[in-house]
């Protein structure tokens, strides 16, 4: 029996698409995890395993020359907006083929060129820079949006309360997509927010917000494909609010003792974005063995590239302080 | 030339750089409908429009914030920031994104954002109404500070500001907002950064200050001019310094008194004094003297003359010293 197309539904190619770039982040941050912990990438990583839909339903809705800021769960987002895997990983291996040139590392994902102004280490750091950006763009009239990606956490924090007011009430052709999964570090959300729909935020401003189901490509890119022609259109910012999973620790390395055993074993198999859409995509095992084959060789590609790349020089750290 | 005081030639500053580069726009509270707290932006919006002139709330972070974004689609934003101590909310913008994003970029981003604040005490305002926070934004990476002390200067160290690739935090002696009046060139009018102004010629000793103690030590050298022949150096611009300068003038006098508004510890009297420490020890006669504000919040109007580097202050340390 023929599939019931859905109401505004995106065609089963371009859903092939996404799963495809799911899946490249989420192997992506596999080996980024593996490699951590066979000791070649030091410091403090944090991967977004399980947000995979947010960071792809929310690019993939851009238009090539609209802007995001990232935070510090920023691999996906920098993936998805364009990003080469490649210039990634070699950033996280601190070289200069890195997209920071190997100055940023992994909280610090910079690329101007695709339009991501930055990930960001304080938490809510990103959000006033994307009102900015979105002022600019409507005091030139250009047709582009400004995307704040951020986490529950953020909304705690006192730029976003800044920068919300700010951008409804100069009307600026913002976004702002709360990554919402129920946890600060390891502070849950019962303990740091005093609401349980973050989406009401916005009704303080006077702004227009959308709550939407994280874990579902295809929910997330409607919203925000939605989102972005309000603001674009000249109708003010948005909040989009996507209740999403982190199926993973807080950082690579987290024993996660804050969180109940069986909690992950169990949140992996129902809310695994990429297993949902897999089944929604009904795709064949010859047809996963395909992609997972080109996404991690396109993986593989990026470590071997990485650390073949060039070691900074420390006298080029006295470099760029200045014009 | 024009006889303007020295807030008035921060707006006749603004008026020329406005029209000149149509990429200069002002915000912060209060600039546009009113002119600024002290008038400083006055007449910008009616002729320059809302858009160049952009009245905010007062959110500090959100103000700085926003000149970031700004900044990286091409504009060059002056934000005011009301009072000196006003800035610290927009402290985290600075540090985490201001004096970061060119290193971090590796040039990729241009940082063109000035920051404009009276500062400074002797008006008898409230506490955090008139603190000396420079130390702060000198001691941050990828910032330059400037501190002009005469009307023209704060015309020309602004203009400057504003048309430098750098993010320029520019402290304004409010004392002096009105009380100090001088000669400003009309129309364009740029004092280049990093370079010091010897306000006073001398052989005997260097008395060197910047912003609102420059008139005052310029009185202290009136008051030592029997005695002896004293030159001052007015430091303008903190970062970057003019090196060559300071170390110029102790070559020649061999002695040198630093005076600051700021509290004591770790001010940027201190950095003089171990820049001079460790290049011009062998032109010194005697030890560098500091004359500073204490290692307390800025006292209430009942005592802050206690507080501020008075003349006296400033004329016990030159005698000490011109006894080695």
């Known amino acids: 029996m023929a599939q019931v197309e859905r109401k505004g539904a995106v065609s089963e190619e371009l859903l092939r698409e996404f799963y495809r770039e799911m899946l490249l982040i989420r192997r992506f941050e596999e080996k980024v995890e593996e490699r951590f912990r066979a000791g070649e990438l030091p410091g403090f990583l944090h991967v977004a395993i399980g947000q995979e839909a947010v960071a792809v339903g929310v690019c993939r809705a851009l238009q090539d020359d609209d802007v995001i800021a990232s935070t510090h769960r920023a691999h996906g987002h920098t993936l998805a907006k364009g990003t080469h895997p490649n210039e990634l990983m070699a950033e996280l291996y601190g070289k200069v083929e890195g997209c920071s040139k190997g100055y940023g590392g992994s909280m610090h994902l910079y690329d101007v060129e695709r339009g991501n102004l930055g990930a960001n280490a304080v938490v809510g750091g990103g959000l006033p820079g994307i009102v900015g950006a979105a002022l600019a763009f409507k005091f030139r009239d250009e047709p582009r949006v400004a995307v704040a990606f951020f986490g529950d956490g953020a909304t705690n924090i006192g730029t976003f309360h800044e920068a919300l007011n700010l951008a409804q009430l100069w009307l600026v052709p913002a976004v702002f997509v709360c990554e919402n999964n129920g946890w600060a570090e390891s502070t849950p959300a019962h303990q740091q927010l005093p609401i349980d729909d973050l989406s009401k935020r916005a009704e303080a401003y006077g702004m227009k917000a959308r709550r939407v189901g994280g874990q579902d490509v295809e929910e997330v890119f409607a919203a925000a494909s939605e989102a972005l022609e309000h603001a674009r259109g000249g109708d003010g910012p948005v909040l989009l609010v996507c209740d999403t999973f982190r199926l993973t620790g807080h950082y690579v390395g987290d024993p996660q003792v804050y969180r109940p055993r069986d909690e992950l074993a169990r949140l992996r198999e129902t809310e695994d974005p990429i297993e949902k859409l897999s089944a929604r995509l009904d795709l064949t095992d010859e047809d996963v063995q395909e992609i997972e084959a080109e996404v991690v060789e396109i993986v593989e590609g990026s470590v071997e590239f990485a650390k073949a790349g060039t070691d900074p020089q420390p006298e080029d750290a006295l470099k760029n302080v200045y014009a | ?324």
């Not at chain 2, 707006?11 to 990429?23: A, K, T």
């Not at chain 2, 926070?133 to 602004?158: C, Q, R, W």
Request: with cysteine; charged share 25%.
């Open chain 2, 1 to 324: 030339m024009a006889e303007l005081t020295l807030v008035e030639a921060i707006n006749s500053c603004f008026h020329h750089e406005l029209q000149r580069d149509d990429s200069v726009m002002v915000m912060g509270e209060d600039v546009g409908r009113a002119g600024g707290v002290f008038r400083a932006t006055a007449g910008l919006r009616d002729r320059f429009g809302p858009d160049r002139c952009v009245d905010t709330p007062l959110a500090e972070a959100g103000i700085l914030g926003t000149a970031v974004g700004l900044c990286m689609a091409g504009w060059r934003p002056v934000c005011e920031l009301q009072y000196d101590a006003f800035s610290y909310p927009a402290l985290d913008q600075l540090i985490t994104h201001v004096g970061r994003y060119r290193w971090r970029t590796r040039g990729g981003m241009e940082f063109p954002i000035t920051i404009r604040m009276p500062y400074g005490g002797g008006v008898r305002a409230p506490e955090l109404h008139d603190d000396s926070p420079e130390t702060y934004y000198v001691h941050t990476p990828g910032v330059k500070v400037a501190i002009p002390s005469t009307p023209s200067d704060a015309k020309g160290l602004l203009a400057a500001a504003i048309r430098d690739p750098d993010p320029v935090v520019v402290f304004e002696p409010k004392l002096h907002y009105r009380t100090m009046r001088g000669e400003v060139p009309e129309g364009d009018h740029v004092v280049p950064l990093g370079k010091a102004r010897v306000a006073r010629m001398g052989s005997d000793l260097t008395l060197v200050a910047y912003g609102s103690m420059v008139p005052l030590v310029e009185r202290a050298a009136d008051a030592l001019g029997g005695d002896a022949s004293v030159e001052v150096l007015d430091v303008r611009t903190l970062k970057p310094l003019d090196e060559q300068a300071l170390l110029a003038s102790a070559a020649k006098t061999g002695r040198v008194v630093i005076v600051q508004e700021a509290p004591r510890t770790c001010g940027y009297a201190a950095e003089l004094a171990a820049i001079l420490a460790e290049k011009a020890i062998l032109d010194l006669r005697g030890p560098v003297l500091r004359v500073t504000g204490y290692d307390v919040p800025y006292p209430y109007w009942q005592i802050e003359d206690a507080y501020m580097p008075s003349v006296e202050r400033v004329v016990d340390a030159a005698r000490k010293l011109l006894q080695y």
